[in-house]
């Protein structure tokens, strides 16, 4: 699958306010074993963006892969990625009601609709 | 510039719950003249996301280009770009203060900090 014609993946949630520093310093070098699941899942061209008056974090990523819903829950088998997301979880607020963490049945972050896309020429 | 070493944006701003449905048909079939002066400035890879509970559009896009700041001004310039402006402004609030619209020296929507990004094999 080419890049462009990837699934595009928009999410959100909240970061506490309190955790912002440890939030910002512990992505600036995410663990290798982590990276390496997102890769192994199809995950890439990913970016976290936040939003400090509205205590808001952006995800944006595209999945190369042909089935989005298995690659999921094959990562949140992962160890590393368990061992990753029982440190960042508990920094963040889930928008979904009844979400209980990342992996879990109720999805932690939010998934948002596409109201556009252009692709364009590099 | 290759794609993966673009300059990578993300934005923020509210779309008034009023003009839901008018901003996603229109963006559902943007006008040509805007999509190729968004090409000749070197801007592509452009998703827009909305979450309806914050009335929030989230834009993400690369810029691969050598001149970010030349390149916006430029395209403020472009007579097509300022009728679609016209139109799509004034479904939008921006949380800038002082923000008078696109391509006015208040950036009208809002650019956020990255505080993780991960390119990853395609």
Redesign the interface.
């Known amino acids: 699958m080419?890049?462009?014609s990837a699934k595009?993946i928009?999410q959100?949630i909240e970061l506490k306010p309190s955790a912002v520093d440890e939030?910002?310093k512990i992505?600036?070098a995410?663990w290798p074993g982590v990276?390496a699941a997102?890769?192994r899942h199809h995950?890439?061209?990913?970016?976290?963006?936040?939003?400090p008056?509205?205590n808001?974090?952006?995800a944006?990523f595209k999945y190369?892969g042909d089935d989005y819903a298995g690659d999921m829950k094959a990562l949140a088998t992962d160890e590393e990625t368990q061992r990753w997301w029982r440190i960042t979880d508990p920094m963040q607020e889930s928008?979904n009601e009844g979400a209980q963490g990342s992996g879990k049945d109720v999805p932690w972050w939010?998934d948002?609709?596409?109201?556009?896309?252009?692709?364009?020429?590099?």
Chains 1, 2 share one sequence.
């Open positions: 080419s890049l462009s595009r928009c959100i939030y910002t992505h600036a995410v990276l997102l890769e995950i890439l061209d990913y970016s976290i963006h936040h939003y008056p509205l808001l974090l952006i944006n190369t928008f939010t948002l609709d596409e109201v556009f896309r252009f692709d364009g020429q590099p």
